[in-house]
């Protein structure tokens, strides 16, 4: 945050301050609240010679002694905007006491440290203003947008970008750094109030004004590179609400746009993340093979990047793109390196839900036996995690596999139709516990699909890993 030079008050507004309630002061706050007859006859008592306007700082509030101060330096438009705010923030309370809303914000009269500093930007800015000084009226505007940037106070920090927009456009000196600047500021601002076009419009008035600079911010950001981050994400979002009403078309051809800005942006993990949701809107719009290039693209630059997340969110949306094409195998296998990833970086939840469309992937072709090794394994990370919801909707998924593994097993005994079978189907009746496989079936007799399969799986995996991906 912006470092804020100390305030100077007015000689009436210090005294007033010794005076608050949570202020100490060798008086007795019992005896400031008394009523006004017995306040004068206090001042009378023990402050012979004390002025009318001294006298009023006793019994004035300290929102009001603001107020006169003003008037009285001559800080007129100063005192118009701080009133304007303290009635907007009067209006905001009624609003919500009328919507039977619990409003925590404390007055302004009980928050002394903030009257002290829009006294003292306000007038500062005026000042400037007078002297048309127009940068000295944005940065004390900033300092306030700064100072109030909190949640409860966003109002006020919103009431300041706008006097800084204003404010920019008068700014002629700085090759437009003020104005870019005011454009980030109102695109957030749009952003946050959900007003997306808007903040597009103003991010792009952004963009265009830092490129082939090199300005910075206060933090030592680059501010073409915040320009760009701030873009391509206000893009992202407009996307989304694209691809939910099905508009694929203009949803891939705003991607593609944010995509070029961050190659033009020089930086790789924009870039790779541009390429993500690109590659996403292409298959949503079901066009499969083009989004598996562009993810394609999002895998090389994590591994480049040495961004094993970002690998492992490649490989994820490769599975997707893979499993609606139908090759199974080969989205097995990178899911496996997904898994892999995960748990390499700790990052436990979302290995659960790699292993449960392992496990899904597996339930459907039925390969029972693996299915259940894959649930249990998120079965067994969410019961570490003491996740209960997610430990119950994975035991869901693991008995329903191992109850398929046990009907094909059940199903083989009555087909081989021999005693030994028999004998075994009878002993599980018997105590209803894990039956135990056949190992002629298993073995010798006829080598099942599922095994055939598990061999050319295992070859698959030796030749095409996804370290080096899809050509």
Known sequence: MTALPPLTRPKLASLARQKLPCSPSRIPRSQLIKEKDGIDHYLEVNFKGLS????????????????VDMLRDGYHKSFTELFALMEKWDVLREAARARAVFWLQRPLEEQPDKLDHLYHYLTRAEVAERKEFFEDVYDNFYALACYFSNSEDKWVRNHFYKRCFQVAQLIKLDGGKKEAEAHGHMGLLFEEDGQLLEAAEHYEAFYQLTQGRIWNDKTGRFLNLLACESLLRIYRLLADKMLENKDYKQAIRILIKASEIAKEGNDKKMEGEASYYLGLAHFAAGEHETALTVLDTYSKISTDLNDDLGLGRAYEAITKVLQSQGEMTEAIIYLKQVVKILRNNFQFLDAVRANTMLGDIYNEKGYYSKA???????????????????????????????????????????????????????????????ITPDPVIRDSRKATVASLYEASEHLEELNRLPDNPKQ
């Open 52 to 67: 009318k306007e001294e006298v009023a700082v006793y019994r004035n509030s300290y929102r009001k002694t603001i107020c």
């Open 372 to 434: 259940s090794a894959y649930f249990q394994e998120a079965f067994d990370t969410t019961t570490e995690l003491a996740n209960i919801p997610l430990m119950e909707e994975t035991e869901v998924h693991y008995g329903i596999a191992k109850a398929h593994q046990m009907m094909l097993t059940v199903s083989n005994y009555i087909e081989s139709s021999d005693l030994t079978s028999l004998d075994h189907l009878l002993s599980w009746k018997e105590g209803r516990r894990s």
